[in-house]
């Protein structure tokens, strides 16, 4: 494949521009607030677990307490209508004022029996109640440092995208100078060999695999013309001469 020196050149300029667009992908991935906000958001939806479970739990509790409350209700007033008939001197019947008696006494037990659930499941919703009071602003403290981190995460995307925008257009630009036979040759070398396909060869070093060239492969070079493609023999990049190849003068074995 031949190109002129020129195109060949330009080959450096665009990977120059890979390089960077490769570096600013990385950049982007690697965010510190990308892996913070992930870990915030599992934080949040662990609170709205919890919170879910305690108010969950809070209203259970709260119906019992309607329950018992009512049942205690019940019985004060089974206990006050059986207390006022006693009072009101209507029943003459020794049996039935002793049955009546034993009621009073009885309803006035399950009274203070239903009145100690009552006392127990006031307690029960009241540390729920905390539970639910605590979550809540555990929950409202995390979803404000989500939002911030998020926001942080967003802005720093935003201004990496900006760059990467502005050497994309550097590229096509670049790209579009380059012959087409040469820059699919370069595309393709740059998808087989992590991103780099093309090197300058300095001082007799290709800067792809950082090896040294010996004195047969430099030589065969110097002889090659300055349109055609060179690749490196141990890494097979393209090889593009400058100034700095130490091609001067031949080298003598």
């Given at each position: ?5 020129a ?28 892996a ?54 209507q ?12 009621e009073?006494e ?13 006392l127990?499941v ?8 905390t539970e ?25 995307a ?73 690749r ?17 003068a031949?080298?003598v074995?």
């Amino acid at each position: 494949m031949k190109a002129e020196p020129a195109a060949q050149a330009r080959l450096l300029d665009l990977q120059e521009l890979d390089t960077q667009l490769e570096r600013l992908d990385h950049r982007l991935r690697s965010l510190t607030e990308i892996a913070e906000a992930a870990q915030l958001k599992e934080r949040v939806d662990a609170i709205d677990a919890e919170l879910i479970t305690a108010q969950t739990k809070a209203s259970d509790v709260e119906r019992h307490q309607r329950k018992a409350e009512s049942d205690v209700d019940q019985v004060r007033s089974r206990a006050d209508r059986d207390a006022k008939r006693l009072e009101s001197g209507q029943i003459t019947n020794a049996k039935e004022l002793q049955n009546l008696q034993s009621e009073i006494e009885s309803l006035g037990r399950r009274q203070a029996e239903l009145e100690e659930v009552v006392l127990e499941v006031m307690e029960q919703a009241e540390g729920l109640s905390t539970e639910v009071a605590r979550l809540t602003e555990e929950r409202e403290a995390a979803v404000a440092k989500f939002t911030e981190v998020t926001a942080r995460r967003d802005t720093a995307a935003a201004e990496i995208q900006w760059d990467r925008t502005r050497v994309t257009q550097d590229r096509e630009r670049v790209s579009a100078e380059i012959p087409a036979d040469l820059l699919a040759l370069y595309d393709k070398l740059r998808a087989q060999y992590d991103g780099v396909a093309a090197a300058p060869l300095r001082y007799g070093r290709c800067n792809g695999c950082k090896l040294a060239l010996s004195t047969v492969e430099l030589n065969e070079i110097r002889a090659t013309a300055a349109d055609q493609i060179v690749r490196c023999e141990d890494c097979r990049r393209i090889l593009v001469r400058t100034e700095e190849s130490g091609l001067t003068a031949p080298v003598v074995e």
